[in-house]
């Protein structure tokens, strides 16, 4: 049955309903004349006023068939209406991590059943898409860095060779440092291919994220100094995570080098970390040009480089934030960028205290 003869089989039984309760009081008001009149003759049938008559049938039989058809009606509508309700729930509820798992079907072969099978279709297709591409970037990952190594130490080996004129050792380290920076960004897609997949691995253990973060603001005034960069630690409350330390640490290494790169010479970047409720949150402040409004929402996206103000002029690859995203959330936390009122940006990551026993 379709949905819309459901609906107009609901509607045209709360309809009948209502009239059936019209027609028992009309029916219930006529016999009770009709006996009067027996009984009395016409002047007892006259004494009935025809408007209180009227009257008494539209509130005692109208207006209960009006409240039944108000109500009646909607509790039925809201049941026709229930799988439209069930099928948004189920696309919002949809993303990366779902795409193998169909929606349930209703079996009723309306138009929402059908609507739900081609949605189950889509997601299908989707799931290959995305699972072809991420063993695409596995492979094709995997396969460069042979190739890549071997290049690495064939330069290497050129640049030491005492038969090597200034000239081809000049060109061969400009080529060298090339293939460091294309090993590191097939190193990075090969990590972010991973952790899509849910390979990322990860080492449960209690860290001290305090001294992760007095290390990384000791370690942020050294990539700082040449651009005459402060780097304050505002306040570092003592707090402890379960994770992977090397990956914690990758993290906030990707945000303070961010937070250096995108700065302005002789400007700032603050740091803090704090315990809030039952979470450790780390904010990295720093000055210089933020992003447009209508670019903040792509600041996790894989390669993305900003305006050009955040473009070619600085080196990168446009992976860091999307690195530091998938770590932050494998450890079940959050990241989250925005802009300040002062105009300086600002990044926060917040993971799970780990409670003492």
């Not at 189950?120 to 290959?128: I, Q």
């Not at 304050?232 to 409350?237: A, G, I």
């Not at 934030?321 to 989250?336: D, F, N, P, R, Y």
Request: with cysteine; hydrophobic share 40%; proline share 3%.
């Amino acid at each position: 049955m379709t949905l819309r003869r459901r609906i107009l089989l609901y509607y045209s039984g709360t309809l009948s309903l209502s009239l059936v309760i019209v027609g028992f009081w009309s029916w219930f008001e006529f016999t009770e004349q009709r006996n009067e009149a027996l009984q009395g003759g016409a002047e007892a049938a006259l004494k009935h006023n025809p408007l209180e008559e009227t009257f008494e049938i539209i509130l005692y039989g109208g207006l209960p068939a009006i409240l039944l058809g108000i109500v009646g009606g909607g509790l039925l509508m809201r049941r026709a209406l229930r799988p439209i309700e069930e099928l948004t729930e189920a696309l919002e509820r949809t993303d990366v991590s779902n795409l193998s798992d169909p929606v349930p079907r209703s079996g009723n072969g309306d138009e929402l059943d059908r609507m739900t099978a081609v949605f189950n279709r889509m997601k299908e297709r989707l799931g290959l898409s995305f699972t072809q591409a991420r063993e695409f970037t596995l492979n094709a990952s995997h396969e460069l860095k042979t190739p890549l190594t071997i290049m690495h130490g064939t330069l290497e080996q050129t640049i030491l060779r005492s038969e090597t004129t200034d000239s081809e050792r000049e060109g061969a380290a400009a080529l060298l440092e090339e293939v460091q920076r294309l090993s590191a960004i097939v190193g990075q897609l090969s990590f972010l291919a991973r952790a899509d997949a849910g390979l990322m691995p990860l080492t449960r253990e209690s860290v001290a994220l305090h001294d992760l973060v007095r290390d990384l603001a000791e370690e942020a005034t050294i990539l700082a100094a040449g651009a005459d960069i402060t780097v304050t630690l505002t306040e570092c409350q003592h707090v402890s995570v379960s994770g992977d330390r090397m990956r914690l640490r990758q993290v906030l290494l990707n945000l303070a080098d961010n937070a250096v790169k995108y700065n302005e010479h002789g400007g700032g970047i603050e740091m803090a970390l704090q315990r809030q409720g039952d979470e450790a949150v780390f904010s990295i402040r720093n000055t210089g040009s933020a992003l447009a409004p209508d670019l903040e929402a792509r600041v996790f996206e894989r390669f993305f480089r900003g305006d050009p103000a955040h473009g070619g002029a600085i080196e990168g690859s446009g992976l860091g934030l999307s690195i530091a995203k998938s770590i932050v959330e494998a450890h079940g936390g959050t990241i989250a960028y925005e802009v300040l009122p002062d105009g300086r940006t600002q990044v926060t990551v917040a993971l799970a205290v780990v409670l003492p026993s």
